[in-house]
């Protein structure tokens, strides 16, 4: 009951603060953020941006892939014991002590509910040896995930900056890092969890973590996400909302500084409710692809057949998008064509820009031509003639 009562508390609040926001139709106007992103967590193809591939500073945000980092790399039954440096780390804190052991599993919740800066370099030491260690660990999913503008230094997200660079991501980045997160099941358990409640392993000290998170109450669907703030972030947020078919990522960076805490709400709910309205699910590529063959020179045949394990998929559409389908095979081979052998591509585009591609195989092979295979083609029509 509490729980829904708090939901509709959080609806009824967004309603005041925002007016008409969700039933606003058309691409987002007047956005408070410097860098924005919505993106379709199903295929990862931005539906919206303003400036989404500038590198800002991102504060706690950097979170999201702090856990997604220990979830994939660190058993959360594991044991962490403070370090000195972990325990002096500024608000918001957990207020951890040197030589206090946890659960890693209950750090992780202390971390996302409430973003505690020193919980996440506890993590980082444990799961990387050290912060620079963990955070070379980070850099390198960012670099999987395909986040070329993206360079963490803290697993925290405090401002900061080495000779590499500062500590900083895009919003199409950000983006990208929470499409990963989604996959995820523990780390959406452990950001939507109301409170947690948990003791250091020697039973001395007891907390309990609230979910910050308040998008979470505010519309129906909401998913997963993390709020951050630094003097030089501002405040900054990434969610993401599942409502029926649809999937969708919203990234706000640089959405006003103090005292202007609610515009990052106003912004994604914006955002979110533009995928909303203006976008439906669609299938594409559902109609069948026939390849025919490709002629081969100098093979003991004169072509093979052309194949592609072709898809359809489904995606957000505006009205207005346009899909083609491209094939890109040669009109000649030269043997030897082995069956298998990729010989060209079919290609999918919406609007002109490349979503999808798929291998054109040969079916059948096409040796070259030899002087066995011509000796036994003479005694075949020899012993034909006869």
Known sequence: MA??????????????????????????QELYALSAVLMDADTGRILYEKNGSEQRPMASTTKIMTLLVTLENADLEGTVEVSDYAASMPDVQLNIRKGEKYRLRDLCYSLMLESHNDTAVAIAEHVGGSVEGFASMMNQKARDLGCTHT??????????????????????????????????????????????????????????????????????????GKT???????????????????????????????????????????????????????TIGEDAVDLGTIQVSDGQTASVEAAADVKSRRM???????????????ETLTAPVEAGEIVGTVLYYMNDEIIDLFPVYAQNSSPS?????????????????L
């Open 3 to 28: 729980d829904r009562i708090k939901k509709c508390l959080g609806i009824f609040l967004c309603a005041m603060l925002f007016g008409t926001t969700a039933c606003a139709k058309g691409e987002p």
């Open 151 to 224: 360079y963490f230094i803290t697993p925290n997200g405090l401002d900061a900056s080495d000779d590499k660079g500062i500590h900083s991501t895009t919003a199409e980045d950000l983006a990208r890092i929470m499409r990963c997160c989604m996959k995820n099941e523990d780390f959406l358990t452990i950001t939507r969890e109301p409170s947690w409640t948990f003791s250091d392993l020697d039973e001395t000290r007891s907390f309990t973590v609230n979910n910050k998170n308040a998008f979470l109450n505010m519309m129906e669907g909401a998913l997963t």
């Open 228 to 282: 951050g703030f630094t003097n030089g972030a501002g405040y900054c947020y990434v969610g993401a909302l599942e409502r029926g078919e649809k999937r969708l990522i919203a990234v706000v960076l640089a959405c006003g500084w103090p005292n202007h805490k609610t515009w990052k709400w106003a912004d994604t709910m914006k955002l979110m409710n533009y995928g909303l309205d203006d976008f439906h699910m669609q």
């Open 369 to 385: 031509i030899n002087f066995a295979w011509c000796f036994e083609q003479v005694v075949k029509r020899w012993i034909t003639v």
């Open 316 to 330: 957000l559409l505006q009205d207005g998008d346009t899909f083609r389908m491209d094939i890109k095979k040669p």
